[in-house]
């Protein structure tokens, strides 16, 4: 079954520096693979999206993925991170009619 | 507002009663999804509609939750006789292919 996961579920950095957040995929197939964030009691947004084009993706808020067929990867990153960062982030695949979503990660931004 | 619009955003219950939730797709969207959060896990897939019809149903979608999405437009989730273990974020999302989904605000649901 196509799934992802995403490695670490608390990432801290501090204001400023670089965020790296991890998902990896299982699949045997390139997939369509998603980024989201949700805020406390909020849905949740869309950050990027691949869709089999541009392996590395831009996004909304100066995030960006790189998709990394070898590594089965689809990392999600920010040259620096800002206060307003903070927030739940998930990975996601599509398979069929099914969004399946990582287990998140919670990023901690520290001024 | 243009976006998915879900109400109410929180509803309160007693165990044992029956509770209705409403989601307002985007207008051109003909497909619409419900998911289900839980504190700290990710959104768990409940059910899928193309216009009215209800194409995908998840196991998790025991007999008594209902989804209905009437004329294709809006959605319905009914959950009858609510346990605590009921209580999570309800989420609606709708998109027009199958590529993306946009998200609502989401109902909280606590079942006391």
């Known amino acids: 079954a196509q799934s992802v996961t995403q490695l670490g579920s608390h990432v801290s950095v501090s204001e400023g520096a670089l965020v790296l957040l991890r998902c990896n995929y299982s699949?045997?197939?390139?997939?369509?693979l998603f980024w989201y964030v949700q805020y406390p009691n909020q849905g949740l947004q869309l950050l990027l999206k691949?869709?089999?084009?541009?392996?590395l993706v831009k996004g909304i808020n100066g995030f960006e993925a790189e998709f990394k067929k070898s590594e089965t990867s689809f990392h999600l990153t920010k040259p620096s991170a800002h206060m307003s960062d903070a927030a739940e982030y998930f990975c996601?695949?599509?398979?069929?009619?099914?969004?399946?979503f990582g287990t998140g990660t919670s990023l901690t931004v520290i001024p | 507002d243009t976006g998915v619009s879900q109400d109410p955003r929180h509803k309160i219950t007693k165990r044992g009663q029956n509770v209705t939730f409403r989601c307002d797709p985007i207008?051109?969207?003909?497909?619409l999804y419900w998911y289900r959060q839980t504190l700290g896990q990710g959104p768990e897939f409940l059910t899928y509609?193309?216009?009215?019809?209800?194409?995908?149903k998840s196991r998790l979608l025991s007999d008594r939750f209902s989804a209905e999405r009437p004329k294709g437009s809006f959605s319905t989730l009914e959950i009858q006789r609510t346990e605590q273990g009921d209580s999570a974020m309800y989420l609606c999302?709708?998109?027009?292919?199958?590529?993306?989904?946009?998200f609502g605000q989401g109902t909280r649901l606590t079942v006391v």
């Open positions: 207008s051109e969207h003909n497909r």
């Open positions: 699949s045997s197939v390139p997939p369509y």
């Open positions: 691949y869709t089999s084009a541009a392996t």
């Open positions: 509609f193309q216009n009215e019809a209800q194409l995908e």
């Open positions: 999302a709708s998109s027009s292919t199958f590529t993306e989904a946009f």
């Open positions: 996601a695949v599509i398979l069929g009619n099914q969004f399946y």
